[in-house]
Protein backbone atom coordinates (compact mmCIF):
# COMPACT_ATOMS: atom_id res chain seq x y z
CA UNK A 1 0.00 0.00 0.00
CA UNK A 2 0.95 3.37 -1.11
CA UNK A 3 2.06 5.89 1.94
CA UNK A 4 0.31 9.14 2.67
CA UNK A 5 3.75 10.92 1.45
CA UNK A 6 3.64 8.92 -2.18
CA UNK A 7 -0.21 9.90 -2.43
CA UNK A 8 0.81 13.96 -2.09
CA UNK A 9 4.03 13.36 -3.93
CA UNK A 10 2.30 12.23 -6.96
CA UNK A 11 -1.10 14.73 -6.17
CA UNK A 12 1.97 17.61 -6.74
CA UNK A 13 3.72 16.33 -9.51
CA UNK A 14 0.48 15.83 -11.71
CA UNK A 15 -0.43 19.67 -9.70
CA UNK A 16 2.63 20.80 -11.19
CA UNK A 17 2.54 19.35 -14.70
CA UNK A 18 -0.98 20.74 -14.85
CA UNK A 19 -0.06 24.41 -14.33
CA UNK A 20 3.16 23.54 -16.83
CA UNK A 21 1.02 23.01 -19.58
CA UNK A 22 -1.75 25.62 -18.60
CA UNK A 23 1.24 27.90 -19.20
CA UNK A 24 1.99 26.93 -22.81
CA UNK A 25 -1.58 26.70 -23.54
CA UNK A 26 -2.93 28.75 -26.64
CA UNK A 27 -5.84 30.00 -24.32
CA UNK A 28 -3.19 31.89 -21.80
CA UNK A 29 -1.15 33.15 -24.52
CA UNK A 30 -4.40 34.57 -25.99
CA UNK A 31 -5.77 35.99 -22.53
CA UNK A 32 -1.77 37.95 -21.88
CA UNK A 33 -1.92 38.94 -25.78
CA UNK A 34 -5.41 40.47 -25.39
CA UNK A 35 -4.46 42.00 -21.99
CA UNK A 36 -1.38 43.87 -23.43
CA UNK A 37 -3.16 44.67 -26.30
CA UNK A 38 -5.58 46.34 -24.18
CA UNK A 39 -2.83 48.01 -21.95
CA UNK A 40 -0.86 49.72 -25.11
CA UNK A 41 -4.13 50.56 -26.43
CA UNK A 42 -5.16 52.55 -23.56
CA UNK A 43 -1.51 54.36 -22.90
CA UNK A 44 -1.10 55.05 -26.78
CA UNK A 45 -4.79 56.09 -28.00
CA UNK A 46 -3.31 59.76 -27.94
CA UNK A 47 -0.23 59.60 -29.72
CA UNK A 48 -1.14 56.46 -32.14
CA UNK A 49 -4.22 57.63 -33.38
CA UNK A 50 -4.17 60.52 -36.18
CA UNK A 51 -7.02 63.16 -36.14
CA UNK A 52 -9.50 61.46 -37.96
CA UNK A 53 -9.37 58.15 -35.73
CA UNK A 54 -9.35 60.29 -32.88
CA UNK A 55 -12.52 62.18 -33.82
CA UNK A 56 -14.26 59.06 -34.47
CA UNK A 57 -13.18 57.81 -31.36
CA UNK A 58 -14.58 60.91 -29.46
CA UNK A 59 -17.74 60.60 -31.44
CA UNK A 60 -18.38 57.30 -30.28
CA UNK A 61 -17.37 57.90 -26.76
CA UNK A 62 -20.23 60.07 -26.77
CA UNK A 63 -22.68 57.83 -28.37
CA UNK A 64 -21.95 55.89 -25.76
CA UNK A 65 -22.54 58.64 -23.47
CA UNK A 66 -25.73 59.11 -24.53
CA UNK A 67 -26.87 55.46 -24.61
CA UNK A 68 -26.41 55.33 -20.97
CA UNK A 69 -28.45 58.16 -20.39
CA UNK A 70 -31.22 57.01 -22.46
CA UNK A 71 -31.27 53.43 -21.13
CA UNK A 72 -29.99 53.64 -17.39
CA UNK A 73 -30.51 57.37 -16.50
CA UNK A 74 -30.04 56.95 -12.74
CA UNK A 75 -26.62 56.02 -12.76
CA UNK A 76 -25.92 58.80 -15.78
CA UNK A 77 -27.26 60.67 -13.54
CA UNK A 78 -25.17 59.48 -10.96
CA UNK A 79 -22.04 59.32 -12.69
CA UNK A 80 -21.95 62.09 -15.02
CA UNK A 81 -21.50 65.24 -12.76
CA UNK A 82 -19.04 63.55 -10.94
CA UNK A 83 -16.58 62.97 -14.21
CA UNK A 84 -17.29 66.27 -15.10
CA UNK A 85 -15.65 67.66 -11.91
CA UNK A 86 -12.78 65.10 -12.03
CA UNK A 87 -11.82 66.06 -15.95
CA UNK A 88 -12.09 69.80 -14.47
CA UNK A 89 -9.93 69.27 -11.62
CA UNK A 90 -7.40 66.71 -13.55
CA UNK A 91 -7.54 69.59 -15.99
CA UNK A 92 -7.30 72.88 -14.29
CA UNK A 93 -6.15 71.72 -10.56
CA UNK A 94 -7.64 73.69 -7.92
CA UNK A 95 -9.37 76.20 -9.23
CA UNK A 96 -12.21 77.54 -7.12
CA UNK A 97 -13.81 80.23 -9.17
CA UNK A 98 -14.24 77.34 -12.05
CA UNK A 99 -15.36 75.09 -9.13
CA UNK A 100 -18.01 77.75 -8.17
CA UNK A 101 -18.83 78.06 -11.86
CA UNK A 102 -19.32 74.73 -12.46
CA UNK A 103 -20.99 73.98 -9.53
CA UNK A 104 -23.96 76.55 -10.46
CA UNK A 105 -24.34 74.85 -14.21
CA UNK A 106 -25.13 71.66 -12.68
CA UNK A 107 -27.52 73.19 -10.33
CA UNK A 108 -29.47 75.75 -13.04
CA UNK A 109 -27.43 77.41 -15.04
CA UNK A 110 -26.99 74.50 -17.91
CA UNK A 111 -30.62 75.76 -18.75
CA UNK A 112 -29.41 78.72 -20.37
CA UNK A 113 -25.66 78.91 -20.31
CA UNK A 114 -23.39 76.42 -22.55
CA UNK A 115 -21.08 74.16 -21.00
CA UNK A 116 -18.41 75.89 -22.84
CA UNK A 117 -18.65 79.08 -21.72
CA UNK A 118 -17.84 78.37 -18.34
CA UNK A 119 -14.52 77.35 -19.00
CA UNK A 120 -11.62 79.31 -18.66
CA UNK A 121 -10.73 81.72 -21.86
CA UNK A 122 -6.89 81.89 -22.64
CA UNK A 123 -5.23 85.62 -22.18
CA UNK A 124 -5.68 86.44 -25.72
CA UNK A 125 -9.70 85.54 -25.52
CA UNK A 126 -10.15 87.45 -21.79
CA UNK A 127 -8.62 90.83 -22.69
CA UNK A 128 -11.50 93.39 -21.77
CA UNK A 129 -10.21 96.39 -24.41
CA UNK A 130 -13.38 95.77 -26.13
CA UNK A 131 -15.18 97.59 -22.83
CA UNK A 132 -13.45 100.96 -22.88
CA UNK A 133 -12.04 102.55 -19.67
CA UNK A 134 -14.14 105.43 -17.95
CA UNK A 135 -12.58 108.85 -18.74
CA UNK A 136 -14.08 110.80 -15.94
CA UNK A 137 -13.82 113.81 -17.81
CA UNK A 138 -17.04 112.83 -20.05
CA UNK A 139 -18.69 112.10 -17.33
CA UNK A 140 -21.33 114.80 -15.51
CA UNK A 141 -20.87 115.30 -12.15
CA UNK A 142 -23.92 113.45 -11.36
CA UNK A 143 -22.85 110.31 -12.63
CA UNK A 144 -19.25 111.09 -11.30
CA UNK A 145 -20.29 111.37 -8.08
CA UNK A 146 -22.17 108.11 -7.82
CA UNK A 147 -19.55 105.92 -9.69
CA UNK A 148 -17.29 107.68 -6.44
CA UNK A 149 -19.73 106.12 -4.31
CA UNK A 150 -20.06 103.24 -6.00
CA UNK A 151 -16.19 102.98 -5.28
CA UNK A 152 -16.43 103.50 -1.83
CA UNK A 153 -18.86 100.54 -1.46
CA UNK A 154 -16.83 98.09 -3.60
CA UNK A 155 -13.64 98.78 -1.92
CA UNK A 156 -11.08 96.39 -0.98
CA UNK A 157 -10.33 92.77 -1.73
CA UNK A 158 -13.49 90.90 -3.09
CA UNK A 159 -12.86 87.77 -1.87
CA UNK A 160 -13.03 89.26 1.52
CA UNK A 161 -16.68 90.89 1.42
CA UNK A 162 -18.96 89.62 2.70
CA UNK A 163 -22.31 88.05 1.15
CA UNK A 164 -24.49 91.03 0.52
CA UNK A 165 -22.06 92.97 -1.08
CA UNK A 166 -20.54 90.75 -3.41
CA UNK A 167 -24.36 89.93 -4.12
CA UNK A 168 -25.19 93.87 -4.64
CA UNK A 169 -21.73 93.61 -7.30
CA UNK A 170 -22.81 90.63 -9.25
CA UNK A 171 -26.45 91.44 -9.28
CA UNK A 172 -25.09 95.59 -10.35
CA UNK A 173 -22.75 94.18 -13.04
CA UNK A 174 -25.22 91.47 -15.01
CA UNK A 175 -27.97 94.29 -15.30
CA UNK A 176 -25.29 96.35 -16.44
CA UNK A 177 -23.80 94.47 -19.15
CA UNK A 178 -27.45 93.60 -20.33
CA UNK A 179 -28.24 97.31 -20.81
CA UNK A 180 -31.72 97.60 -21.26
CA UNK A 181 -32.92 94.25 -22.25
CA UNK A 182 -32.67 92.66 -18.56
CA UNK A 183 -31.96 89.24 -16.97
CA UNK A 184 -34.03 86.38 -16.20
CA UNK A 185 -34.53 86.01 -11.83
CA UNK A 186 -33.47 82.66 -12.59
CA UNK A 187 -29.63 83.30 -13.78
CA UNK A 188 -29.45 85.91 -11.43
CA UNK A 189 -30.49 83.57 -8.33
CA UNK A 190 -27.80 80.85 -9.42
CA UNK A 191 -25.24 83.08 -10.21
CA UNK A 192 -25.46 83.98 -6.60
CA UNK A 193 -24.75 80.69 -6.07
CA UNK A 194 -28.12 79.31 -4.35
CA UNK A 195 -29.04 76.35 -5.58
CA UNK A 196 -32.32 74.99 -7.16
CA UNK A 197 -33.81 73.66 -4.06
CA UNK A 198 -32.97 77.11 -2.11
CA UNK A 199 -34.01 79.33 -5.30
CA UNK A 200 -37.30 80.42 -4.53
CA UNK A 201 -38.04 82.58 -1.72
CA UNK A 202 -34.50 83.07 -0.11
CA UNK A 203 -33.18 83.43 -4.19
CA UNK A 204 -36.27 86.33 -4.86
CA UNK A 205 -35.14 88.10 -1.32
CA UNK A 206 -31.66 88.28 -2.46
CA UNK A 207 -32.14 89.90 -5.40
CA UNK A 208 -34.67 92.13 -3.77
CA UNK A 209 -32.25 93.29 -1.33
CA UNK A 210 -29.41 93.63 -3.69
CA UNK A 211 -31.42 96.16 -5.58
CA UNK A 212 -32.60 98.05 -2.64
CA UNK A 213 -29.65 98.34 -1.56
CA UNK A 214 -28.28 100.00 -5.19
CA UNK A 215 -30.67 101.80 -5.60
CA UNK A 216 -30.14 103.78 -2.31
CA UNK A 217 -26.96 104.32 -3.55
CA UNK A 218 -27.86 106.06 -6.76
CA UNK A 219 -30.66 107.73 -5.22
CA UNK A 220 -28.65 111.07 -3.44
CA UNK A 221 -27.62 111.51 -7.40
CA UNK A 222 -31.08 112.14 -8.57
CA UNK A 223 -30.81 108.49 -11.01
CA UNK A 224 -33.75 106.03 -10.38
CA UNK A 225 -31.21 102.93 -11.13
CA UNK A 226 -33.60 99.84 -12.17
CA UNK A 227 -36.90 99.54 -14.17
CA UNK A 228 -39.76 97.45 -12.28
CA UNK A 229 -39.19 93.97 -12.55
CA UNK A 230 -41.84 92.13 -15.32
CA UNK A 231 -42.99 88.63 -14.80
CA UNK A 232 -43.20 86.10 -12.38
CA UNK A 233 -40.84 83.34 -10.43
CA UNK A 234 -37.52 82.32 -12.19
CA UNK A 235 -39.35 83.95 -15.58
CA UNK A 236 -38.91 87.56 -13.72
CA UNK A 237 -36.78 90.35 -15.79
CA UNK A 238 -34.90 92.60 -14.00
CA UNK A 239 -33.48 95.41 -16.08
CA UNK A 240 -31.58 99.02 -15.75
CA UNK A 241 -33.68 101.71 -15.90
CA UNK A 242 -31.70 103.71 -18.47
CA UNK A 243 -29.53 102.58 -21.21
CA UNK A 244 -27.03 105.41 -20.70
CA UNK A 245 -26.23 104.87 -17.05
CA UNK A 246 -26.13 101.14 -17.85
CA UNK A 247 -23.08 101.79 -19.82
CA UNK A 248 -21.51 103.86 -17.73
CA UNK A 249 -22.43 101.47 -15.26
CA UNK A 250 -20.98 98.53 -17.03
CA UNK A 251 -17.59 99.82 -17.95
CA UNK A 252 -17.10 100.81 -14.37
CA UNK A 253 -17.42 96.74 -13.59
CA UNK A 254 -15.69 95.68 -16.21
CA UNK A 255 -12.44 97.12 -14.90
CA UNK A 256 -12.85 96.07 -11.53
CA UNK A 257 -10.95 92.99 -10.04
CA UNK A 258 -14.67 91.71 -8.21
CA UNK A 259 -15.38 91.53 -12.66
CA UNK A 260 -14.36 87.85 -12.18
CA UNK A 261 -17.58 87.41 -9.55
CA UNK A 262 -19.26 87.28 -13.04
CA UNK A 263 -20.71 84.71 -15.47
CA UNK A 264 -17.90 83.66 -17.22
CA UNK A 265 -19.48 85.42 -20.58
CA UNK A 266 -21.74 88.00 -19.28
CA UNK A 267 -24.25 89.33 -22.23
CA UNK A 268 -23.07 92.85 -23.09
CA UNK A 269 -24.87 93.78 -25.81
CA UNK A 270 -23.91 97.13 -24.88
CA UNK A 271 -20.25 96.93 -26.60
CA UNK A 272 -21.41 94.35 -29.57
Not at 238 to 266: K, M, W
Request: glycine residues 6%; proline residues 5%; aromatic residues 12%.
Amino acid sequence: MRSAQDITTKEQNITSAQKKNMKGSSSEKNENSIDADFDYYLSSKYSSKSDTQRDLYFEKLLEAFKTLSQEAPEVFDSIAPEMLQRSIWSWRGADPLLSKKFNNWILGDYQWTPFDEILPKNEKEFQRQEVPRLDPRQLSEAHQSFIESLQERFYGDPHRWDASRRDQFIILGMLAAAGGYGVRQGMLIHCLGIGLSESGVRGSNAVRAAKIALSRTAKPFGFKLFSPAVGHGSERVHAFENTELAEIVARYVFHHDAYVLLPATPNTPLFQ
